[in-house]
T-cell receptor, first 114, second 115 residues
Framework: AQSVSQHNHHVILSEAASLELGCNYSYGGTVNLFWYVQYPGQHLQLLLKYFSGDPLVKGIKGFEAEFIKSKFSFNLRKPSVQWSDTAEYFCAVSAANRDDKIIFGKGTRLHILP | KAGVTQTPRYLIKTRGQQVTLSCSPISGHRSVSWYQQTPGQGLQFLFEYFSETQRNKGNFPGRFSGRQFSNSRSEMNVSTLELGDSALYLC??????????????FGPGTRLLVL
């Protein structure tokens, strides 16, 4: 069965620090990968997604993620965070080309100190 | 375009009661998924409907059920409520079946408190 692990449950950084949030999944086949973000008081929304092609994916607000197939990872990065990046981040995986459900990680709560 | 709407936004029930939550997807979207979000378990998939058919179901007991209407609106029902059912219930819609390459658009959720 598929599973998604987000190892960092709570991350605290200062503004301008670099960010990397880990996401690992367990599934041997081809996958679709997503990062969703939930800002305080707002709906969950898509940050970026990977289906195929260039494993380095760029999303909104300066975020990017790199798919490393050999490590079953899809880590989220941002070179310089802002206070407005304070939010909860969810990694999600679905099996490509299969009628299967999407699985979300438990989320990482990111707090940026001004 | 209006986003995904969910009603009611807040609900308080007592153990043993049943509850029905409603979700209206973005116009043109045919897929609706339901999730339960709790601090301990995160986002857990409940079920997905596409064109009035249940496509997938998560690992929840039979007390949790849902349906989708011809206009793509969806309802989920929880019978014989337990304290552990207290959670934020999120609905998400997408154009097609989400398990493939569709982006989901989430609603604000219904916060259910079971006393």
């Amino acid at each position: 069965a598929q599973s998604v692990s987000q190892h960092n449950h709570h991350v605290i950084l200062s503004e301008a620090a670099s960010l990397e949030l880990g996401c690992n999944y367990s599934y041997g086949g081809t996958v679709n990968l997503f990062w969703y973000v939930q800002y305080p008081g707002q709906h969950l929304q898509l940050l970026l997604k990977y289906f195929s092609g260039d494993p380095l994916v760029k999303g909104i607000k300066g975020f990017e993620a790199e798919f490393i197939k050999s490590k079953f990872s899809f880590n989220l990065r941002k070179p310089s965070v802002q206070w407005s990046d304070t939010a909860e981040y969810f990694c999600a995986v679905s099996a490509a080309n299969r009628d299967d459900k999407i699985i979300f990680g438990k989320g990482t709560r990111l707090h940026i100190l001004p | 375009k209006a986003g995904v709407t969910q009603t009611p936004r807040y609900l308080i029930k007592t153990r043993g009661q049943q509850v029905t939550l409603s979700c209206s997807p973005i116009s043109g979207h045919r897929s609706v998924s339901w999730y339960q979000q709790t601090p301990g378990q995160g986002l857990q998939f409940l079920f997905e409907y596409f064109s009035e058919t249940q496509r997938n179901k998560g690992n929840f007991p039979g007390r949790f059920s849902g349906r989708q209407f011809s206009n793509s609106r969806s309802e989920m029902n929880v019978s014989t409520l337990e304290l552990g059912d207290s959670a934020l219930y999120l609905c998400a819609s997408s154009l097609g079946v989400t398990a493939l390459q569709e982006t989901q658009y989430f609603g604000p959720g219904t916060r259910l408190l079971v006393l």
